[in-house]
């Protein structure tokens, strides 16, 4: 049985016990394929609460002379040729000089657009760089810089829930979190073969910049049977490490809640990892885990659940900073459906997402992330249709079980406490 989640929700006006009486729906309150019963449980849970994404919508900026609209990565203002800086203190574009507003002493090295912290200095995000790649290499500055752009778009979402982003105070302390953004060894490994491992270690997250070129992060997706594979990705999977040990490993209450949601984190790790490489992942893990690679320790469910976390309402944000109604796509998706299958429609070469053979129980936690849920499934759905029109990848090739959303839920909840 095929139990993608290919719906929309079209229209968001009934209670969870219309649904109930309704059921399959004909009235076009619903356009239902697949899994139906996932759909209409979001759907049930997204009526329940009018409640939208809280954060302010600021992924998109102005120019403070003009206003005119400026991206993240902006650093002049086309319209009135103004030197701009991104001042993450209050997530806005400042002109550069006013004010006292100095660039990063990176603005040239890895074209940083953010202001200095203090006058001389690197700004808030370049500050937590422990090691940078080596310039004297070719390619690295251009790798660097692809590097910066993806870990700014993650520094920009921690700030932007008032989590600490510091640096280490002293080198080996549990708090701070330092970058090591290094290369493998010329050659392709060190003396015993060795490569750079991208991971996280006691707030110090390890990058191998060659993630930065897009051929060989492409070799690796395929290689690791992944369906999505970005630096983006990387940072917000590590940092989540980070932040369950900073949240979750010390606070004795939402470590229960954790165990109760993700599973016991006790067992070896590293032999828990060495089986998952050394075994094919169970046949269901998509009814608990958002990757398979997720199932393969409670760290690391959590590490990627984290990440899908940050993708949902990073991008949920920008949709609603570029005014893109969902309500009003609900509306206008009317008997439009998304493709009939994922099969061949997606990657090709990584793991089908959408053919597990399990079917999934109905969502119905009630929490409150339950209207941010809603709202991505409609707007996941969409963008991957727009992609496929495209001859694209799907945007969001993944699935969301309720297991998942429940975890999903749990980060929410943690984050906006
Ligand atoms: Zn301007
Ligand atoms: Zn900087
Ligand atoms: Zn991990």
Redesign the pocket.
């Known amino acids: 049985m095929w139990q993608r989640v290919t719906g929309f929700v079209t229209r968001c006006v009934l209670s969870a016990a219309d649904w109930k009486a309704a059921g399959h729906l004909s009235g076009g309150f619903l356009t239902l394929r697949g899994n139906d019963m996932l759909i209409r449980a979001f759907a049930t849970r997204a009526c329940r609460s009018a409640r939208t994404v809280e954060k302010t919508a600021v992924k998109l900026f102005a120019?403070?002379?003009?206003?005119?609209q400026?991206y993240f990565e902006n650093t002049r203002?086309?319209?009135?040729?103004?030197i701009?800086l991104y001042e993450p203190r209050q997530a806005m574009f400042v002109v550069a000089g006013a004010s006292g507003a100095i660039a990063c002493a990176n603005s040239e090295q890895c074209a940083c657009n953010w202001v200095a912290a203090k006058p001389g200095g690197f700004c808030r995000a370049c500050q937590l760089n422990k090691t940078i790649p080596d310039l004297t290499v070719g390619g690295n500055r251009e790798r660097w810089i692809r590097v910066e752009a993806a870990k700014k778009r993650v520094i920009y979402s921690l700030l932007s829930f008032g989590l600490d982003v510091e640096p280490k105070s002293a080198p080996g302390s549990e708090v701070g979190i330092a970058f090591d953004f290094l290369a493998d060894p010329s050659g392709g490994g060190g003396p015993g073969g060795e490569r750079i491992l991208t991971g996280h270690d006691n707030g110090v997250i390890t990058l191998n910049v060659a993630e930065a070129d897009s051929p060989e992060r492409e070799k690796r997706r395929i290689a690791m049977g992944e369906t999505y594979r970005t630096l983006l990705g990387h940072f917000r999977h590590e940092l989540g490490h980070y932040y369950w040990d900073r949240l979750i490993r010390d606070d004795a209450a939402w470590l229960d809640r954790f165990r109760a949601t993700f599973g016991d984190e006790r067992p070896d790790y590293e032999e828990a990892l060495k089986l998952h490489y050394a075994t094919p992942p169970a046949a269901d893990w998509q009814m608990r885990h958002i990757s398979a690679y997720a199932a393969s320790h409670p760290w690391e469910d959590w590490a990627e659940t984290w990440a899908h976390y940050l993708h949902i309402v990073d991008t949920l944000e920008m949709a609603d900073s570029l005014k893109w109604s969902i309500g009003a796509m609900e509306l206008a998706s009317g008997p439009l459906l998304t493709p009939d299958t994922d099969r061949g429609a997606g990657r090709d070469d990584g793991q089908d997402p959408g053919d597990d053979g399990a079917e999934y129980p109905p969502a119905s936690t009630g929490a409150a992330f339950d209207a941010t849920l809603g709202r991505w499934i409609v707007l996941s759905n969409a963008s991957n249709s727009i992609n496929r029109c495209m001859g694209l990848p799907d945007l969001y090739p993944f699935v969301i079980s309720q297991v998942v959303a429940e975890k999903l839920a749990f980060i929410d909840d943690l984050l906006r406490r």
Request: charged content about 5%.
């Open positions: 120019c403070p002379s003009c206003t005119q400026l203002c086309l319209a009135c040729d103004s701009v």
